[in-house]
């Protein structure tokens, strides 16, 4: 038992050293959000024309209307 405590509560500590460290960008940013990670969402890859594919998807079905055939973009 006394080995299996000398395991778990430096992985203990270690987790919550992790935890910390994640979240204290989060902390002292004055918006306290994550950053956008979604391609949809994320203004950076917009300007560089990068889309997402469920746009592209919609985009095309939405100028050829959709018959079920697929997409031709």
């Not at 006394?2 to 270690?14: D, Y």
């Not at 989060?26 to 594919?53: A, D, L, Q």
């Amino acid at each position: 038992m006394a080995e299996l405590l000398k395991i778990i509560l430096p992985v203990i500590a270690l987790l919550a050293l992790a935890f910390i460290g994640l979240g204290i960008n989060i902390f002292f940013k004055k918006s306290g959000r994550f950053p956008e990670t979604s391609v949809g969402g994320n203004r950076e890859m917009r300007k560089r024309g990068i889309t997402c594919v469920r746009e592209d998807e919609l985009k095309c079905h939405n100028n050829n209307g959709y018959k079920g055939k697929g997409c031709c973009c």
